[in-house]
């Protein structure tokens, strides 16, 4: 069974608008996620993290947002641009201080178009 | 960008052979991971390293094996590759950055057993 789910394998978004990729997860040990973005022919990116500490982190164009009672996270891309156009994973890990293993979604697509 | 690569990043080989996948890092992180990615599944983790001569199995670690001798180099092998394990593999490297963990991914590999 999927520890990490998105459940959206596909979003197609106009340019400048908001995107919004969602991420659930069952293990209530997860403490820690991270959001990767990847192109074809490429390895992911790590793009932005959160701790189970805070419930948002910004980093210019992109906002994670915690919800740990609903085990609930989402990614805004605000404004979203063409070369945003990637497969978003979502990731997490039970672990506090060291990463032993680190859980991924299946990815959702996102097309920005212009 | 991150110091990993992997060798080789493309491999045709018949069912039944053994095939090793290089992992190299020049980062001197403790944490070295081995992905694959397949449609629908995202990446899942197949083992990881949380230092030399310290592994660990992931979610998909059967036909797998793994060795670590010296912090830069991971190893993945599969003793007889079989169908199901044409894939593209992704080693991964994490490590703290700012007190933030991060994890690296290095270009792919593509394996096709036919």
């Known amino acids: 069974d999927q520890q990490v789910k998105q459940n959206s394998p596909s979003l197609s978004v106009q340019e400048g608008r908001i995107s919004i990729l969602n991420c659930d997860y069952t293990?209530?040990?997860?403490?820690?996620f991270l959001w990767y973005k990847k192109y074809p022919a490429e390895g992911p990116t790590f793009l932005i993290s959160?701790?189970?500490?805070?419930d948002k982190n910004e980093d210019g164009r992109f906002t994670v947002f915690l919800n740990k009672s609903a085990k609930h996270l989402s990614l805004h891309i605000v404004p979203s641009q063409p070369g945003d156009s990637a497969v978003y994973f979502c990731?997490?890990?039970?672990?506090?201080?060291?990463?032993?293993?680190?859980?991924f979604g299946p990815g959702t697509s996102l097309s920005v178009i212009p | 960008d991150a110091g990993i690569t992997q060798s080789p990043r493309h491999k045709v080989t018949e069912t039944g052979t053994p095939v090793t996948l290089r992992c190299h890092q020049t980062?001197?992180?403790?944490?070295m991971y081995w992905y694959r990615q397949d449609p629908g599944h995202g990446l899942r983790l197949i083992h990881y390293?949380?230092?030399?001569?310290?592994?660990d199995k992931g979610e998909v670690s059967d036909g797998y094996s793994v060795s670590r001798s010296k912090t830069e180099d991971f190893l993945l092998t599969l003793e007889s590759a079989t169908s199901s394990q044409t894939s593209v593999y992704f080693c991964?490297?994490?490590?703290?950055?700012?007190?933030?963990?991060?994890?690296?991914f290095g270009p792919g590999t593509r394996l096709t057993v036919t």
């Open positions: 390293s949380y230092g030399v001569k310290d592994t």
């Open positions: 293990n209530s040990m997860f403490d820690y």
């Open positions: 990731a997490a890990s039970a672990s506090k201080t060291s990463y032993d293993k680190v859980i």
């Open positions: 991964a490297i994490g490590g703290q950055s700012g007190g933030v963990y991060e994890q690296y």
């Open positions: 959160i701790s189970s500490i805070k």
């Open positions: 980062e001197n992180h403790r944490y």
